[in-house]
């Protein structure tokens, strides 16, 4: 059983930041994906890092950066220049699609 947790999330005003992290509770294993699901929408991938690099949805290309700090098992999601469409709950789950976190919610104020 690996347990994620999510953290960060909160009420900014638009063009504000927000860090999100994520605590996985193991160690080693592939970076945890960064997913969201705004409301009465799809859950929609939103960031992975790989040894390869740092990908992203076109939707947040720029604004938006993944980071890992393998000391603390936690992936962060960097959030700058929030647009009212960022609104969501935002997950993060393991890359082999079997376990997320119960998500944080962001709200983006316009």
């Known amino acids: 059983q690996v347990r994620l947790e999510e953290s960060g999330g909160g009420l900014v005003q638009a063009g504000g930041s927000l860090r999100l992290a994520c605590t996985v509770s193991?160690?080693?294993?592939?970076?945890p994906d960064w997913y969201r699901q705004a409301p009465a929408k799809q859950r929609e991938w939103v960031a992975t890092?790989?040894?390869?690099?740092?990908y992203y949805s076109g939707s947040v290309q720029g604004r938006f950066t993944i980071s890992f700090d393998s000391a603390k098992n936690t992936v962060y999601l960097q959030m700058n220049d929030l647009k009212f469409d960022d609104t969501a709950v935002y997950y993060c789950?393991?890359?082999?699609?079997?376990?997320w976190g119960k998500g944080t919610q962001v709200t983006v104020s316009s």
């Open positions: 890092l790989t040894s390869a690099g740092a």
């Open positions: 789950m393991t890359d082999d699609g079997m376990y």
């Open positions: 193991r160690s080693g294993g592939n970076v």
